[in-house]
């Protein structure tokens, strides 16, 4: 436990949410310029749990964008786009974002886009796409970003379920040591999908030049150049701003929608509360616009607060070295930073004792943010160590959009405990719950889960698919918001999280589907059956792991078939999966009424102790496993 003083209003805080959370949640959307302010705060009656300031317009744009231009903010930064992987840094101020966003709108509608068309975009970490965003925004037409890692066929499945009307892109992304051609994976999964856009914008970076189909693709920058710029168009505060497409238990996505008003007023409230950041203060979140850290603390919250907002593109390490991300902070000055524990692992690695962080004038950092996964209690005591600032892990979900628990730097800090994510934020009932919904005493491990209804922000339904959003997350504990994590609340109201509950393991900050990837490794065609677990990595906290049975006869070399399963999953699911490691096996373990033992598998990957599960067929295939995992790297 950190020695801070515990002089936290979090307490009060949260009693006064607790007394009157309408008048909370009042109060936090006098931060919002409305078009027609909110009468009702919640309407219990609407949607899977009710909904939020339904009645009330807006335009998110305005409120990230022109609002502050007309305040006075005009001429600060609101945007520096820091890209090691080109050696360029840009600095927009309110007025010149706002002036892009406005003509990128206006090139949108030119192409048809209205209030309620989707638009998907699928870009890398370049201003465009923050500016992409908020022209949607502008619009009142619903985005739906896809990470750059993924495969043609997953940005298929995301262009066939939320039909778009436009889709944007580059001609490429930059890794290192690698350029990505987007276009050809984008015309790819445009002939895989069933739905075809009616256009595309094509943003051409100097590293390559995309070749566009006439009639359907159209030049990005010409099209800005030439567009008339857009007014910000009024919607409802229910209306939809997203989808986020994220994993679920099976191979389909689930495509997260956010709503426009309780987004606006939730994420604003948090830039104070949460992160401890004023107007005019630099933000930064080492994310990628693909992932909800990205929506919610890239593009949205800081702009929304008046906040200048940093965009990376780059790596902690390698591009150029582990000091990377103190040159960011230490450029330009940034208050609060949120990176995901992997990176601060990946420097760890390469610089234990921190070296590069004393190169940098560093007084301005606060806080250090974490979340995406649990961070190691080694790694939260190291980088607290070094950094000499607080370290403060919090969790949430893409589906929650904000951090469901956390240490508050707005409110004073509370004593942190390295491994917990911290105390329920307001907003947040969070109980754990056993498996028939019952509330457990503090202590104990079971089901983490939110009292209904969830605070403004939060999803209130998956797109086009509100009985899936009931049964992924509302049906088991009727009352209750299920997370999907298991933990434990201990008697001073910490929080740990402990794991999923379900298939979906988190690899390098990513969250990844077990399931999506046995689909991808049964569709081989010398597979009978196989299993994916997740696997305990120094490096990523987890990565997959998969186990095959190959069919009768298969008399091929292994490691020919293994060599075909990882380059089958990276050509389906993409290079995020991360998946490297499968062996073949001769049976795998099950219960006796034929499920298979992942949790078995999992442990004994881990080298953990394993004891054979009552339900268990036959014992005796846990020691081939142990046999087949023996001397597993990881
Ligand atoms: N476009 C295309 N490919 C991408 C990509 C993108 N936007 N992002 C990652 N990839 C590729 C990588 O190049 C890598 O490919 P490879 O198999 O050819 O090497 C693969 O996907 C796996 O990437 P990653 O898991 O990121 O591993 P890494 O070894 O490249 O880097 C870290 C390791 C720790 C540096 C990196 O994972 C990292 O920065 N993590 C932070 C995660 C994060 O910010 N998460 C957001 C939640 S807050
Ligand atoms: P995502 O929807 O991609 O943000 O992933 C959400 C999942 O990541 C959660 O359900 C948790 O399993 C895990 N997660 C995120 N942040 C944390 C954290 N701070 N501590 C533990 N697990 C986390």
Not at 72 to 89: C, F, H, K, V, Y
Not at 98 to 111: E, P, Q
Not at 326 to 338: D, I, K, L, P, T
Not at 412 to 426: A, E, M, Q
Request: aromatic share 8%; proline share 7%; hydrophobic share 40%.
């Amino acid at each position: 436990m950190t020695d801070t003083p515990n002089t936290s209003r979090y307490a009060e805080t949260i009693a006064a949410w607790q007394r009157d959370p309408e008048a909370f949640w009042a109060e936090a959307a006098r931060g919002i310029d409305w078009v027609r302010p909110p009468d009702r705060i919640f309407d219990p009656s609407l949607g899977a749990y009710g909904q939020w300031f339904a009645g009330a317009e807006l335009n998110t744009c305005y409120n990230a964008l022109d609002r502050h231009v007309e305040a006075g903010r005009g001429e600060q930064n609101a945007l520096i786009w820091d890209s090691p992987m080109t050696g360029r840094i840009e600095y927009y101020t309110y007025s010149a974002l706002r002036d892009r966003t406005a003509r990128v709108a206006g090139a949108l509608a030119a192409l048809g886009v209205q209030r309620g068309d989707r638009v998907v975009v699928y870009l890398p970490m370049i201003p465009e796409a923050l500016i992409t965003m908020l022209a949607c925004a502008r619009l009142g037409a619903i985005h739906s970003v896809v990470f750059g890692g993924f495969a043609a066929a997953e940005l298929a499945k995301r262009i066939e379920d939320a039909t778009p009307r436009v889709i944007v892109s580059a001609s490429c992304g930059l890794e290192p040591g690698r350029v990505i051609s987007y276009k050809p994976l984008l015309d790819a999964a445009i002939a895989f999908s069933a739905h075809k856009p009616q256009s595309t914008l094509i943003l051409q970076r100097p590293q390559v030049t995309a070749t566009l189909i006439a009639g359907r693709d159209h030049d990005f920058a010409e099209a800005e150049a030439a567009a008339t710029p857009h007014a910000p168009v009024t919607v409802r505060a229910t209306d939809p701003l997203y989808i986020l497409y994220t994993s679920g238990t099976t191979g389909k996505p689930k495509g997260v929608v956010r709503d426009n008003g309780g987004h606006a007023v939730a994420l604003h409230k948090t830039m104070s509360m949460l992160y401890g950041v004023q107007p005019g203060d630099v933000y930064w979140a080492a994310s990628d616009v693909g992932w909800v850290v990205g929506h919610s603390y890239i593009v949205y919250a800081p702009l929304l607060a008046g906040c200048t907002t940093v965009m990376y593109e780059g790596k902690p390490v390698g591009t150029p070295d582990p000091g990377a991300f103190w040159r960011v902070c230490s450029q330009h000055g940034v208050r609060a930073m949120f990176t995901a524990p992997t990176a601060l692992r990946a420097i760890r690695q390469q610089d234990p004792e921190l070296l590069h962080y004393a190169k940098y004038d560093m007084s301005k950092l606060e806080t250090q943010f974490l979340a995406g996964e649990r961070c190691d209690p080694p790694t939260a005591i190291w980088a607290a160590e070094k950094m000499r600032i607080p370290v403060v892990d919090h969790y949430w979900q893409t589906e929650t959009g904000w951090a469901i628990t956390g240490n508050f730097k707005g409110l004073g800090l509370f004593p942190t405990k390295p491994g917990s994510g911290g105390r329920p934020s307001p907003g947040y009932d969070v109980q754990v719950l056993d498996d028939d919904g019952h509330v457990l005493p503090r202590g104990q491990a079971g089901n983490l889960s939110v009292r209904l209804p969830l605070p403004p922000g939060c999803a209130p339904t998956l797109w086009q698919n509100e009985e899936g959003f009931r049964t992924s997350y509302i049906s088991d504990f009727p009352g209750w918001y299920r997370t999907g994590d298991a933990g434990t609340i201990d008697e001073d109201g910490d929080v740990w999280v402990m794991g999923r509950t379900d298939d979906i393991i988190n690899v390098a900050g990513h969250r990844l589907s077990t399931g999506a990837m046995e689909e991808v490794l049964a569709s081989h065609k010398d597979v009978a059956e196989c299993a994916v677990v997740g696997a305990k990595d120094e490096l990523k906290g987890q990565v997959p792991l998969g186990l095959v049975v190959l069919k009768n006869g298969v008399s091929r070399p292994h490691d020919e078939v293994v060599k075909e399963l990882v380059a089958l999953v990276r050509d389906r699911i993409g290079p995020v999966a991360a998946f490297r490691e499968a062996r073949v096996v001769l049976r795998l373990p099950k219960t006796r009424s034929g499920k298979i033992l992942r949790g078995s598998i999992r442990r004994i990957a881990d080298g953990e102790a394993t004891v054979a599960p009552a339900t268990i067929d036959d014992p005796a295939i846990l020691d081939e496993i142990g046999v087949a995992l023996a001397g597993r790297r990881g």
